[in-house]
């Protein structure tokens, strides 16, 4: 098994080269790719049978990292984060930078992720990750990796091998959308 530096490592590589891996997040294990990379996210949603419209979460290393993929970001969403008690995902109504077939219609859901192998690959790699659940639209979304299925793993360009005893009880993250007039509202709670 690779040391957490090496894991890190091997990811960017993959993910430089446009590859799709399942890997740890701060809420379940998940599926991604480089969140600029068009190609790669139109595997993801082949993988999981996902309807092509149906947006896919992006992960930050940093709350300042918002600025690099948002269009005027609301000033209230770095006090949400930073206020939040659990992982929080915030719609953005207008992204910049990335692939455009993220979304449907131009936002971007963005989350700051607090897992440190995210965050480490994210910094080397130099830009977000993709971040959705590892299973089949419509399934239940693996908590632990015992929980992901053999047809998922082989879909994947990868597996991360870290943390596959670590047992956890997450969550999904919280889901809200910030309206033009700085108000919010929960999408998932």
């Known amino acids: 098994m690779n040391t957490f530096d090496q894991e890190v490592e091997l990811c960017v590589k993959l993910l430089s080269e446009g590859k799709v891996f399942i890997y740890p997040t701060d809420t379940i294990w998940g599926i991604g790719c480089d969140a600029t990379n068009a190609k790669a996210i139109d595997k993801i949603f082949k993988i999981k049978n996902r309807p092509a419209g149906k947006g896919l979460i992006i992960l930050v290393d940093t709350v300042e990292r918002i600025r690099d993929y948002v269009k005027n970001p609301s000033p209230i969403a770095a006090d949400l984060i930073k206020a939040a008690k659990n992982p929080l995902s915030i719609i953005y109504m207008e992204s910049t930078g990335l692939a455009k077939n993220l979304s449907g219609d131009g936002s971007v ?3 700051v992720t607090t897992n ?29 990796f015992v929980d992901i ?31 033009d007039d700085n108000t919010f509202e929960i999408v998932r709670s």
């Open 109 to 111: 859901c963005i989350r």
């Open 116 to 144: 440190e192998f995210c965050k480490e690959v994210i910094r080397r790699l130099g830009r977000p990750i993709t971040s959705t659940s590892a299973n089949l639209s419509g399934e239940p979304s693996p908590s632990n």
């Open 149 to 179: 299925s053999e047809n998922m793993k082989n879909s994947a360009d990868y597996v991360v091998s870290l943390y596959h005893e670590v047992i956890v009880k997450p969550k999904a993250s919280t889901i809200i959308k910030i309206n």
